[in-house]
């Protein structure tokens, strides 16, 4: 059973700053939050990763509250190449790692 | 090698037939996991190995699947007597295992299998 729900889809056009939110309300101790990215035809692809607070990277945010129980993954400025299903993921290293069902982003011009 | 690699990256078959699907995990990493993706639908976990050992056989739909994995390295999945149900991309993802590390997979490009 999936630790993890996000929405189905989501709308964005071009430059906007785009918001995904996950919830994992049993999330475990040694849990670690993990977003990747999949494109048709393509296996997923990590993107970022965290425990909590805020972690940057050159393509992503990750924002994990103080009780871990969610996390908000933000685009920013996305472009139509951005458009792709993005799976939320708890979990660490020695586990059994089940996706959710994940979220369909759809960038429009 | 650089990345995982799955083979046959296509593979179509008849009903009945067993067919086997083969994963090339990263050198060096020690964790290996497939899953099952169909048609616009999300990633099914199906197994996972640490080392040559399955910790969690959970995701293995029925008893015509089964993994195995050698030489802590080269990883099949096999499926008996294919079902059209089958028809799906296999995705298979290594992971290395070292003190601190938080798991990230990397994946391969999957194996489609079609089961006419």
């Known amino acids: 059973l999936a630790k993890t729900t996000q929405p189905i889809s989501m709308d964005s056009y071009e430059g906007q700053e785009v918001n995904i939110t996950c919830s994992h309300n049993?999330?475990?101790?040694?849990?670690?939050i993990t977003w990747y990215q999949q494109f048709p035809s393509q296996g997923p692809r990590f993107i970022i990763q965290?425990?909590?607070t805020k972690v940057t990277n050159e393509v992503a945010s990750l924002f994990i509250p103080a009780d871990r129980k969610s996390s908000t993954l933000s685009l920013p400025r996305v472009s139509l190449s951005d458009t792709a299903v993005y799976y939320c993921?708890?979990?660490?290293?020695?586990?059994?790692?089940?996706f959710g069902k994940g979220t369909t982003l759809s960038v429009s011009s | 090698g650089a990345g995982v690699s799955q083979s046959p990256s296509n593979k179509v078959t008849e009903k009945g037939k067993d067919v086997e699907l083969r994963c090339d995990p990263i050198?060096?990493?020690?964790?290996l996991y497939w899953y099952r993706q169909s048609l616009g639908q999300g990633l099914e976990f199906l197994i996972y190995f640490q080392g040559n050992s399955a910790p969690d056989k959970s995701g293995l739909p029925s008893d015509r699947f089964s993994a195995e994995r050698t030489g802590g390295s080269v990883s099949t999945l096999t499926i008996q007597r294919t079902q059209q149900e089958d028809s799906a991309v296999y995705l298979c993802a290594s992971s290395p295992r070292m003190a601190g590390y938080t798991g990230e997979l990397f994946f391969g490009e999957g194996s489609r299998l079609t089961v006419l």
């Open positions: 993921l708890a979990g660490g290293a020695g586990t059994a790692l089940i």
């Open positions: 050198s060096g990493h020690t964790a």
């Open positions: 049993n999330i475990a101790t040694n849990d670690y």
């Open positions: 965290g425990y909590k």
